[in-house]
């Protein structure tokens, strides 16, 4: 049974759904601790905030309201919870977006610079320790494995360096990388094909698809032509402004989570990667990359010494 302290509690927790003022909403949920006896509903609020699932969190109350007071609701607020709940899922989608571009990015600098600074020098070594296996399993059948590993692994080597001559990065001060990445998230913010309205779609993965490349290749001056565009207003409408309708929202809302889910995916598999750990150890790369380089000459000047 609910009290009256724990309807105005409900009531007005709906009313800060309904507000966007969602910093409020916990606090106002672990309140109702005090004042309720039905701990299954507590449990049901509290995992309906942490997954900011608003529409399903206004029936709930709604439910509860009209139990206790048998009053018949005819403005059913579902629906804007909606809204509000999938505008909230495009900004966490633009967000996850960016910390996976940013992580990519990161990545693939890194592997640049590597072929860069000592590719050639890397090229050799794995050149020399396969020619060496190929020798040692001719006498030695066992050495087989050994060596289709160290073929392979040359092999892939080449053809990964051999496309990295081919891209052109520009370079970029450190205060110039902080201006690239606040534009790619303002302009990634404005363009994301999953959350422009569905009439603009097209043209929005056209962009975005332009967008990225460039960020990739640190154009600056491409990315903050693409952002000025973008803020004469063409994908102003978003899928949260132009959706009205409850069914189509929800399929929009479950839609968006699984791509978030999917992102994440991505995201923690990036960080598993050998390349994201190293480069998470390395505290300063210029010394990285001199200290590398030197111990590589020593091992190819050991390796041609001992053909």
Do not use: W
């Not at 891209?167 to 201006?179: C, G, S, V």
């Not at 998230?185 to 460039?214: G, N, T, Y």
């Not at 899928?239 to 409850?246: C, H």
């Amino acid at each position: 049974m609910l009290n009256n302290e724990t309807l105005k509690r409900l009531k007005l927790i709906e009313q800060l759904i309904l507000l966007e003022e969602f910093d409020q909403i916990e606090n106002q949920v672990n309140k109702l601790k005090k004042s309720i006896e039905n701990q299954q509903l507590i449990l049901e609020l509290e995992t309906l905030v942490k997954n900011k699932s608003y529409s399903s969190l206004i029936e709930i109350i709604q439910s509860s309201i009209k139990n206790k007071s048998n009053v018949v609701e005819f403005e059913n607020p579902t629906l804007k919870a909606l809204k509000i709940e999938l505008k909230q899922l495009e900004f966490e989608l633009n967000d996850k977006n960016n910390e996976l571009a940013e992580l990519e990015k990161i990545i693939h600098n890194f592997d640049l610079r590597q072929n860069k600074e000592f590719g050639n020098i890397l090229e050799q070594i794995l050149r020399l320790k396969k020619e060496k296996l190929e020798k040692e399993k001719n006498i030695n059948p066992k050495k087989k494995k050994d060596y289709e590993e160290a073929k392979f692994e040359y092999e892939e080597f080449h053809q990964q360096f051999e496309n990295s001559k081919k891209e052109d990065l520009i370079e970029l001060t450190d205060k110039q990388k902080k201006e690239l990445k606040k534009l790619y998230r303002e302009a990634s913010k404005l363009c994301h094909p999953d959350i422009v309205a569905e009439k603009l779609k097209i043209q929005a993965e056209e962009i975005f698809k332009k967008l990225s490349k460039a960020y990739e290749e640190n154009n600056i001056e491409e990315v903050k032509k693409i952002y000025d565009t973008l803020m004469n207003g063409q994908f102003n409408l978003k899928k949260s402004d132009t959706i009205n309708e409850t069914e189509l929202l929800k399929l929009e809302v479950s839609k968006l989570r699984a791509l978030i889910d999917e992102i994440n995916k991505k995201i923690d598999d990036l960080k598993h990667t050998e390349s994201y750990k190293l480069i998470s150890q390395i505290d300063d790369l210029d010394k990285y990359f001199v200290k590398t380089k030197k111990d590589l000459l020593e091992e190819l000047k050991y390796l041609q010494q001992n053909e």
